[in-house]
């Protein structure tokens, strides 16, 4: 059974969800609000994932976020969750060559409808990018 949140704590949690996602979602701030002792442990999951050294670095999960985002999907309602991905994969340094090619990977087992919807998103994501000002460190 889920305790009672003081609102400190779900707004402690839902900032904290928030920064490590790079994003706040309105879902993430439900959970944290209704259900804190839950976000409690997607946070700690996230740093058993992400936040211990482990073999792939931070880039390479997005990376991973980004295959697993398009496969699944190809799913117009969550596009702006792929591209959320794509946004951070780029800066934290991965090139449109090596998205593009990952998803290429894709096509074999998956259809081509990943690529064709995963570069897709890339090139939204990056004209996002520059929108905001952001200029490629490669």
């Known amino acids: 059974m889920s305790r009672q949140p003081t609102d400190q704590t779900s707004a402690g949690l839902a900032d904290e969800i928030a920064r490590r996602r790079g ?5 993430h701030e439900f959970i944290a609000r209704t259900f804190p002792d839950y976000m409690e442990l997607l946070i700690k999951l996230d740093e058993v994932i992400r936040a211990k050294p482990r073999i792939y670095d931070e880039k390479m999960h997005e990376l991973f976020h ?3 985002l398009a496969v699944e999907m190809s799913n117009p309602p969550n596009q702006p969750h792929l591209r959320q991905h794509l946004k951070k994969g780029l800066k934290l340094g991965l090139k449109p060559e090596e998205i593009a090619e990952a ?4 096509v074999n087992p998956c259809g081509m ?3 064709t919807y995963g570069v897709t998103c890339m090139l939204e994501a990056l004209e996002e990018l520059k929108s905001e000002g952001w ?3 490669y």
């Open 103 to 106: 998803l290429m990977v894709c």
């Open 66 to 68: 980004i295959i697993a």
């Open 23 to 27: 994003k706040r979602y309105p879902a």
């Open 113 to 115: 409808k990943v690529l």
């Open 135 to 137: 200029t490629p460190a």
